[in-house]
């Protein structure tokens, strides 16, 4: 598929994003709740965020070791109790002064969110990888790719390069790593392309808008 400068200004400007000001209201939450020590913070992003993004933390839970609590105990006691003493927070300090993401720290990056899914798989029995991509982008927004099915399937059409020379460590979850591979060599295409570069948002609205040419051409 092509990706044309209409695009690229499509996804940069926040006056005709319509999602724009809930977005805005979950950046200002994690802000605001940056770590995972007040519990009532880490039920508010973990219910807003995963719901508001189909990506919900209860989701065809079965396996995992609270697979037995209510919805309700799932998001007041048990996510709150596990997050407060997972390395997430740990992982998020020293990160949190990096301003982009860069092939030098995408072992850091992928590094994070599989720790997060680590915790979100002892919890639930799921590997839930795009509710931990979503879950720290909010966090961290510069950093954290989002990753779904959809975003996934149109990265694949796009992007220029499955491999990147990048000094990973392979300590990361194999699929999200590949990804953020691949969203690297993307978005360094698009910015020799178009003088832009574009953020993991923007880039995620490129490739929103992707899907939905592709849908409407299929």
Same mark, same amino acid.
């Given at each position: 598929m092509h990706i044309t400068r209409e695009d690229i200004q499509h996804a940069t400007d926040e006056r005709i994003d319509p999602w724009a000001v809930s977005n805005g209201l979950l950046y200002g939450l994690c802000r605001q709740y940056p770590d995972h020590q007040?519990?009532?913070?880490?039920?508010?992003?973990?219910?807003l965020i995963g719901r508001a993004y189909a990506a919900a @933390?209860? !989701?065809?839970?079965?396996g995992g070791s609270t697979a037995d609590s209510s919805g309700?105990?799932?998001?007041? %006691?048990?996510? +709150?109790?596990?997050?407060?003493t997972s390395a997430v927070d740990e992982r998020l300090r020293a990160l949190r002064g990096v301003r982009t993401i860069t092939d030098e720290n995408v072992p850091q990056v992928v590094r994070a969110h599989s720790v997060l899914m680590?915790?979100?798989?002892?919890?639930?029995?799921?590997?839930?990888?795009?509710l931990a991509s979503k879950y720290l982008h909010f966090h961290?927004?510069?950093?954290?790719?989002?990753?779904?099915?959809? @975003?996934? !399937?149109?990265?694949?059409?796009v992007s220029?390069?499955?491999?990147?020379?990048?000094?990973?460590?392979? %300590?990361?979850? +194999?699929q999200y790593e590949?990804?953020?591979?691949?969203?690297?060599?993307l978005r360094e295409q698009l910015e020799g392309r178009f003088g832009v570069r574009l953020t993991p948002r923007q880039l995620d609205r490129?490739?929103?808008?992707?899907?939905?040419?592709?849908?409407?051409?299929a």
């Open positions: 007040d519990a009532r913070g880490v039920t508010a992003k973990m219910l @933390a209860e !989701r065809g839970r079965s309700d105990e799932f998001y007041v %006691r048990d996510l +709150p109790r596990v997050l407060r680590e915790v979100l798989r002892k919890l639930t029995g799921l590997e839930k990888r795009a961290l927004p510069r950093l954290f790719f989002i990753f779904d099915s959809r @975003a996934q !399937r149109m990265m694949r059409l220029p390069a499955a491999q990147r020379n990048s000094k990973r460590g392979g %300590r990361g979850d +194999p590949l990804f953020v591979v691949r969203a690297l060599a490129v490739l929103l808008r992707l899907e939905v040419r592709h849908l409407r051409n």
